[in-house]
C-alpha cells in the first residue's frame, strides 16, 4: 500500500491506498508417462512419452529431455518411439523451461524394450471327450505385461480368427473347443494393434465311443507282487477291427514303453504305481480313446 503529500504543505499527506496481494502460480514438479501406460514394450511397438506439468497450465513452456537415445531432444512436451528398438530402453526425465524460470527435473520413468515375444498355447486335453469340450489357455510372457488380447486360429492355413461360432469364449485368454483341428494362437494389443509371434501349434482330436474305453489288466491279476516276480501290465480295448498305437500314464519310477503290453521282469519297488493308458486310432491319429481307470501296483521288497 502507499501514500502521497502534498508539495507545498509538508505536513498533509493523504490517507493509505487499500491493500493488495500479489501472487504468482509455481509450477508442481513435472511428471512423465507413457502412452500406452506399459514399462514393459516389444521391439516393433509404438510408444509416446509425455512431460506433464500440472499448474503451469497457459504458460509457454519449451522441454528439456534426459533420455540416453534423445541425440537432438525434443522441446515439445511429446516424445513419440514408433517403431521401438531395445536401443530405446532406459531412463525418461523432462523439466519445463518458461524465459529464465525452470521447473524441477522430473521423475525418472524406465522404458524396457524387450524381443518381439512369442505367445504360449496350452491344452488341458488333447481329445475332445464324448459329448464334451478342451479348454485351450493361450498367454504372453512375461505375465506382469498388459493389455492383451488373443486371436485364436484353427488348421494352419486358416488366416481368418475363431468366433462365437467356432468355439465358447471364456476370459481373455481361454476358450473352450469341440471340433478337432490343429489350434494355435496369437496376442493383440495396442492402436494399430501390435502381434505377437503365433504359439506353437496344439493338435486337437476326437475321443472314439465310450464303448471303446481300454482295461489295464495285470497277468497274473494279483495287485501286490514281490521283488524278484514276474508281470504283464496290458492294455484292453475291446469292439471293432480297429488297430491301435498305445500310449501309457504312470507316476512309477520306470515308464511303460507304448505297446499294448509291459512285461516286468524281476519285480523292483521302482516298478510300483499307478498305470493307466489310452489308444490311438493308427489310420487318424488325432482320435483317441479315453484314458482307462488307474490300475495300482505294488511290489514288496520281501519275499
Sequence with gaps: MCKSRRRDDSYS??????????????????????QPSWTQ???????????EIQGGEGAQWTYEWRAAKLNTPPTSNEYRIIRATESDSGGYSCRGRRDYFFSEWSDIITLTVSYKPKAKLRADNTAVPVGGSVTLTCSVNPSSSSGWKYYWYRDEKSSEALTTQDAVFHSNGQISVSQEGLYRCRGGR????????????VRIGKTVTASNRPVVTLYPNWSEIYRGETITVRCEIHGGDTEWDYEWETNSRIKAPNQNEYRIRSASSSNSGNYR??????????KTTEWSDSVTLTVSDSK
Aim: aromatic share 10%; charged share 20%.
Design 41 to 51: 514394450i516389444y521391439s516393433g511397438e509404438t510408444v509416446t512419452v509425455r512431460c
Design 13 to 34: 499527506s493523504t490517507e493509505w491506498s487499500e491493500a493488495f496481494t500479489l501472487s504468482a502460480s509455481i509450477p508442481s514438479k513435472p511428471t512423465v508417462t507413457l
Design 190 to 201: 495396442g492402436n494399430p494393434v501390435y502381434y505377437t509371434e503365433d504359439s506353437q501349434s
Design 277 to 286: 493308458c489310452k489308444g490311438r486310432m493308427k489310420s487318424s491319429q488325432h
